[in-house]
């Protein structure tokens, strides 16, 4: 057991902070751009479900919003007051990023303002989807700016380091660093991803619970079919990130993958266990999968964990999470797919309990993938937290407070984490769709 | 100018807006609180929530923006602040955190709710007291740096007379701000019983507001002489604020030109703050940064003014047309549009 210094526990507030902010930071990006597909389609077919469906996602949405902002607030000025000292030396290089991105959050705040509260205000219903635009550009864009930031964390460039001191800043080289196109466009698509699936849970639960009627069949199939699309493209885009680690960080792809020694035409391992020799058992071996995954070329070369030294490599256990995303993500594609094929076939039926039961499991699921994730990506990365350029322990603050406000932090989460579900399930309970689109039918 | 000056200038500007927005979003708080507990609610809190709704969310991104945007430029004020501040800053943040959600819960989700009313009152008080401590630390006596780390100095904190005389500044300005601009959002609305209401608010809160002022004068002279002395230099800055505080509180006395009256209170702020602001200067943080030590790289400072003058082109269209649907749209503003 380590000892709870205030580096280990600035990581454990950093980890909690980002791992509950990322739950809402995740809708908040990928849900306005389903709301406004489905005011789109409203409006292009004259279809009232589609607008309804719009306008009682946004009213979730606003909730969970809240507590994105406030949470990406504390997350914000977190990263000084844990990490001042990182901060300090980061700042000169990564700060035009994330000065962007409030840009962009400022873009997206006064778009959706303005969005909430002008449902019924123009003649031509085209202007209110309009100013739906901004709102998606807005998350999209503020994703992608916090992205090179943390893709600068893993391939740090655009400066030299001479004596300590940091020269010859290049702000767009350190924005555009190797690792950023891959991991910007990872982040975006499962944040869509993930939306559309927790989205298609919260209607499949529906329909379990009240049987199915057309305005439930529409949200569904809208859901499932971008969920389709989006499980696709991240799939495709974190094989890209399979290959960006092993040229950039191969340290990183051996230890999510216990490839100990570098070798031609390499087995990917799924699952296992590592016995106290340090052998793999009971993992299942994919033949040089892991080859095609680095190299997209079954005889490549993968460099082992053996070239690295031990103090710079990270701990083992990431290999799990890196399964368990993958799995997840292949069984979204299996799902969404195996919907989609029961839906055009004419003897099909999309609506079997079994298939709405393993549908309301993908939202939950899809969430889970991005946690383990993130801390396959960020734990991966240790020791450092500008890789090969600063130490994560050096980064710290030197405060004997963490611990505390650690304890204070957790409460917070906590009370809001279960607030927000409360008000939500109180918000639809208590106004059901059924008598709203029943109120437009009669009108 | 210098682009560290160009800097600066940017972010006090963005403080400055800040001030001003959850000035008014703080104080609307407490009073929607106070009229609660008065029986009063049904006749100011409609025009309240017709406000804050569409725009809370923009005030917490003045504030975001500000802290990035120093951290940016003035990286070293992460290492200063970001140490000595723990504390402080995480309770601020919690109190932050709990007043933004609640109000979203309460007002968009479920009906009114007691707790969630009180909550928001009393963090709309607390939040601007501990907000107002960053800028007292800024004068120097509370940071020591020893053997290589800061201590924050608590205790000299929560004793100095300077520290509490600008937590009281703090408190009576939000709620003078607010009223002054309830005033004007009442009348827009031709909401005569709310305007009844908001306007004593805005006259009992006038003295308290230049008593706070005088006695930060007096406090920071104490505390701080060289920042006094450089403020006498700028005197006539200090001097067109109180001329516009008693343009706006006596237009408000002869209930008349609500708008101009606002207008007013934002000069009067605008002037103080910035005789405040350029007096500090060159300090940031006194005596450990200055606008030439705490500097990001030439080439960092470069990129982000230009980041902000292209942000610029953005914002300010869609800032415009916010107002324009939400405070100069006299059918919202008297609450003829349905949501
Ligand atoms: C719903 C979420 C989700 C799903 C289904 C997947 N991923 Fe992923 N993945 C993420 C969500 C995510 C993430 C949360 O967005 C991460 C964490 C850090 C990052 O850049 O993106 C990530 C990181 C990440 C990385 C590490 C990048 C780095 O550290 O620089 C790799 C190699 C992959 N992914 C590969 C995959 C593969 C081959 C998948 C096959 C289906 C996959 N991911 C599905
Ligand atoms: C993939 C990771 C992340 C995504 C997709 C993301 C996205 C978001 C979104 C959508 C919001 C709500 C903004 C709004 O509606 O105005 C938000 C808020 C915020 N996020 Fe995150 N975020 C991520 C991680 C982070 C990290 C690591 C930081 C810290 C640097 C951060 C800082 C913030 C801040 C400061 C806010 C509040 C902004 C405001 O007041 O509007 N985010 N984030
Ligand atoms: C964008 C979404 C991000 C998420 C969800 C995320 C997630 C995490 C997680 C789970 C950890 C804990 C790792 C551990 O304990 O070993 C962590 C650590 C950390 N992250 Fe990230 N991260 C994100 C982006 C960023 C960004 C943009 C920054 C900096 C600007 C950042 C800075 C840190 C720091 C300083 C630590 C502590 C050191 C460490 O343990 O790696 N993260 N993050």
């Given at each position: 057991m380590p000892e709870l210094d205030s580096a280990i526990l600035s990581r454990l507030l950093t980890s909690l902070t980002l791992g509950f902010h990322i739950i809402f930071a995740t809708l908040g990006v990928g849900v306005p751009l389903l709301i406004?597909?489905?005011?789109?389609?409203?409006?292009?077919?004259?279809?009232?479900?589609?607008?309804?469906?719009?306008?009682?996602?946004?009213?979730?949405?606003?909730?969970?919003?809240?507590?994105?902002?406030?949470?990406?607030?504390?997350?914000?000025?977190?990263?000084?007051?844990?990490?001042?000292?990182?901060?300090?030396?980061?700042?000169?290089v990564i700060g035009l990023p994330l000065f962007l991105e409030t840009f962009a959050f400022f873009f997206e705040a006064i778009f959706l303002g303005i969005y909430l509260y002008t449902w019924d205000r123009f003649k031509n219903p085209y202007f209110h989807w309009l100013i739906s635009v901004p709102v998606v550009i807005g998350s999209t864009l503020s994703a992608f700016f916090i992205s090179t930031v943390n893709a600068f964390?893993?391939?740090?460039?655009?400066?030299?380091?001479?004596?300590?001191?940091?020269?010859?800043?290049?702000?767009?080289?350190?924005?555009?660093?190797?690792?950023?196109?891959?991991?910007?466009?990872?982040?975006?698509?499962?944040?869509?991803?993930?939306?559309?699936?927790?989205?298609?849970?919260?209607?499949?639960?529906?329909?379990?619970k009240k049987g199915n009627n057309e305005y439930y069949k529409k949200a569904l199939h809208f859901t499932m079919v971008s969920g389709f699309v989006f499980a696709i493209s991240t799939a495709i885009i974190g094989d890209f990130s399979g290959k960006y680690l092993a040229e950039y960080q191969p340290e990183k792809l051996a230890a999510a993958e216990w490839h100990f020694e570098t070798e031609e035409g390499a087995d990917l391992i799924v699952g296992g266990i590592l016995d106290e020799n340090g052998e793999v058992k009971y993992a299942l071996r994919m033949p040089n999968f892991l080859s095609i995954l680095a190299h997209g070329n079954p005889n490549a070369e993968v460099i082992g964990l053996e070239e690295f030294p031990a103090e710079e490599t990270a701990p083992l256990f990431i290999h799990y999470l890196f399964d368990l995303m993958v799995g997840i993500g292949m069984f979204l594609v299996?799902?969404?797919?195996?919907?989609?094929?029961?839906?055009?076939?004419?003897?099909?039926?999309?609506?079997?309990?079994?298939?709405?039961?393993?549908?309301?499991?993908?939202?939950?699921?899809?969430?889970?993938?991005?946690?383990?994730?993130?801390?396959?990506?960020?734990?991966?990365?240790?020791?450092?937290?500008?890789?090969?350029?600063?130490?994560?322990?050096?980064?710290?603050?030197?405060?004997?407070?963490?611990?505390?406000?650690?304890?204070?932090?957790?409460?917070?989460?906590?009370?809001?984490?279960?607030?927000?579900t409360a008000v939500l399930l109180k918000m639809f309970r208590g106004n059901p769709a059924e008598t709203e689109?029943?109120?437009m039918d009669q009108r | 100018m210098e682009i560290q000056l160009i800097g600066i200038t940017v972010l006090w500007i963005f403080l400055y807006g800040y001030l001003i927005v959850a000035s008014i979003d703080f104080g609307a708080g407490f009073f929607a609180y106070y009229?609660?507990?008065?029986?009063?609610?049904?006749?100011?809190?409609?025009?309240?929530?017709?406000?804050?709704?569409?725009?809370?969310?923009?005030?917490?991104?003045?504030?975001?923006?500000?802290?990035?945007?120093?951290?940016?430029?003035?990286?070293?004020?992460?290492?200063?602040?970001?140490?000595?501040?723990?504390?402080?800053?995480?309770?601020?943040?919690?109190?932050?955190?709990?007043?933004?959600?609640?109000?979203?819960?309460?007002?968009?989700?479920?009906?009114?709710?007691?707790?969630?009313?009180?909550?928001?009152?009393?963090?709309?008080?607390?939040?601007?007291?501990?907000?107002?401590?960053?800028?007292?630390?800024?004068?120097?006596?509370?940071?020591?740096e020893e053997e290589g780390t800061v201590v924050f100095l608590v205790k000299e904190l929560f004793t100095s007379f300077y520290s509490w005389s600008v937590v009281f500044l703090a408190i009576v300005s939000v709620l003078y701000i607010s009223a002054m601009f309830l005033c004007f959002y009442a009348d827009k609305a031709k909401d005569w019983p709310a305007l009844e209401i908001v306007r004593k608010f805005a006259l009992f809160w006038s003295p308290p507001t230049i008593l706070a002022s005088f006695l930060v004068f007096l406090a920071l002279r104490a505390h701080n002489l060289e920042h006094f002395n450089n403020m006498l230099d700028y005197s006539y800055?200090?001097?067109?604020?109180?001329?516009?505080?008693?343009?706006?509180?006596?237009?408000?006395?002869?209930?008349?030109?609500?708008?101009?009256?606002?207008?007013?209170?934002?000069?009067?702020?605008?002037?103080?703050?910035?005789?405040?602001?350029?007096?500090?200067?060159?300090?940031?943080?006194?005596?450990?940064?200055?606008?030439?030590?705490?500097?990001?790289?030439?080439?960092?400072?470069?990129a982000l003014v230009i980041a902000f003058i292209a942000g610029l082109f953005l914002l300010i269209p869609s800032l415009i047309l916010l107002m324009r649907m939400f405070l100069f749209d006299a059918n919202y503003v008297q609450g003829n549009r349905e949501k």
């Open positions: 406004s597909g489905a005011e789109w389609i409203g409006i292009r077919r004259k279809d009232d479900h589609y607008r309804l469906l719009a306008r009682r996602w946004t009213r979730g949405f606003v909730v969970t919003v809240a507590v994105g902002v406030v949470t990406g607030t504390c997350i914000g000025l977190q990263l000084s007051l844990l990490w001042p000292s990182f901060m300090e030396v980061a700042g000169q964390m893993n391939a740090p460039k655009g400066f030299k380091l001479e004596n300590g001191k940091i020269i010859e800043i290049q702000p767009l080289i350190a924005m555009f660093n190797p690792a950023t196109p891959t991991k910007a466009t990872h982040v975006i698509s499962s944040a869509y991803l993930t939306s559309a699936f927790v989205l298609a849970a919260i209607t499949a639960f529906m329909i379990l299996a799902l969404s797919a195996q919907y989609l094929w029961s839906y055009k076939r004419k003897k099909g039926n999309p609506y079997s309990k079994y298939l709405l039961m393993l549908i309301v499991a993908s939202g939950p699921l899809a969430m889970l993938a991005i946690e383990f994730g993130w801390i396959f990506s960020e734990v991966g990365r240790q020791p450092w937290i500008l890789w090969h350029v600063m130490e994560t322990t050096d980064g710290a603050t030197t405060s004997e407070h963490v611990g505390s406000m650690f304890l204070l932090f957790f409460g917070l989460y906590v009370v809001l984490g279960w607030i927000c689109f029943e109120e | 009229g609660k507990i008065t029986k009063q609610d049904h006749i100011i809190n409609s025009i309240i929530s017709r406000y804050l709704s569409p725009v809370w969310e923009v005030t917490n991104v003045f504030f975001v923006f500000f802290f990035v945007g120093l951290v940016g430029f003035f990286p070293s004020t992460a290492y200063y602040y970001g140490t000595a501040l723990l504390v402080p800053g995480s309770i601020a943040l919690v109190l932050l955190a709990i007043r933004g959600s609640f109000y979203a819960f309460g007002n968009y989700g479920v009906k009114e709710s007691n707790v969630y009313t009180f909550l928001y009152g009393a963090t709309g008080l607390l939040i601007p007291a501990s907000l107002s401590t960053a800028l007292t630390i800024s004068e120097g006596g509370f940071i020591s800055m200090f001097i067109l604020s109180f001329i516009c505080f008693n343009i706006a509180v006596w237009l408000v006395y002869r209930n008349k030109r609500y708008g101009t009256a606002f207008i007013f209170v934002m000069l009067q702020f605008f002037f103080a703050f910035f005789g405040y602001g350029v007096s500090h200067l060159p300090y940031i943080l006194y005596p450990y940064i200055t606008l030439e030590t705490g500097f990001t790289n030439e080439t960092m400072g470069i």
